[in-house]
T-cell receptor, first 117, second 115 residues
Framework: AQKITQTQPGMFVQEKEAVTLDCTYD???????LFWYKQPSSGEMIFLIY??????QNATEGRYSLNFQKARKSANLVISASQLGDSAMYFC??????????????FGKGITLSVRP | EPEVTQTPSHQVTQMGQEVILRCVPI?????FYWYRQILGQKVEFLVS????????KSEIFDDQFSVERPDGSNFTLKIRSTKLEDSAMYFC?????????????FGQGTRLTVV
């Protein structure tokens, strides 16, 4: 089974509007972390936001917030006030606690976001 | 701001040749990783490294691959005999800790093209 599922096709949003990028995950661990990374066309991976499984509040970082619904195993990224520079591929990733002290990230397939002027 | 540095940014090599991809992790980080991304696909874990040994490797990381930390700053990925299907973007990442909360910082990647 896929650990991280991102099924949305390419997403489009009008500049200055908000957009939600979906992510669902699968784990049997009680302790895990969820991450979102941005990959612009230049190729680098940029960390955006983190949510821990035990965090009671949804994470926020500037214009990014994470809508964490633990029972549904979803961790959707919300980008508010979209900017042209937000056009990129967005990856959801998970770190599980059972893989030891040096736990790896498992990524989803990514979602392409295009911001329209 | 400290960053992970990878060289070269792009490498073209002939099938069967050896390549070494280089990375300089962030200086106070102790945990190192290699990931790869075949064009248009998801990022896949290759190997993690801590305390001068491999912590975990994926099934992609077969005998053709090796990693090394030859000195206090560099972290290298060697592919002994490249195949066409090794063509991908290779990312090095490092983190201060290996724990859940700690984000991994990625380098800009090395695009490897095997011809």
């Amino acid at each position: 089974a896929q650990k991280i599922t991102q099924t949305q096709p390419g997403m489009f949003v009008q500049e200055k509007e908000a957009v939600t990028l979906d992510c669902t995950y699968d784990t049997s661990d009680q302790s895990y972390g969820l991450f979102w990374y941005k990959q612009p066309s230049s190729g680098e991976m940029i960390f955006l936001i983190y949510q821990g499984s035990y965090d009671e509040q949804n994470a926020t970082e500037g214009r990014y917030s994470l809508n964490f619904q633990k029972a549904r195993k979803s961790a959707n990224l919300v980008i508010s006030a979209s900017q042209l520079g937000d056009s990129a591929m967005y990856f959801c990733a998970m770190r599980e606690d059972n893989t030891g002290a040096n736990s790896k990230l498992t990524f989803g397939k990514g979602i392409t976001l295009s911001v329209r002027p | 701001e400290p960053e992970v540095t990878q060289t070269p940014s792009h490498q073209v090599t002939q099938m069967g040749q050896e390549v070494i991809l280089r990375c300089v992790p962030i200086s106070n980080h102790l945990y190192f990783y290699w990931y790869r991304q075949i064009l248009g696909q998801k990022v896949e874990f290759l190997v993690s490294f801590y305390n001068n040994e491999i912590s975990e490797k994926s099934e992609i990381f077969d005998d053709q691959f090796s990693v090394e930390r030859p000195d206090g700053s560099n972290f290298t990925l060697k592919i002994r005999s490249t195949k066409l299907e090794d063509s991908a973007m290779y990312f090095c990442a490092s983190s201060e800790q290996g724990r859940l909360r700690t984000e991994a910082f990625f380098g800009q990647g090395t695009r490897l093209t095997v011809v």
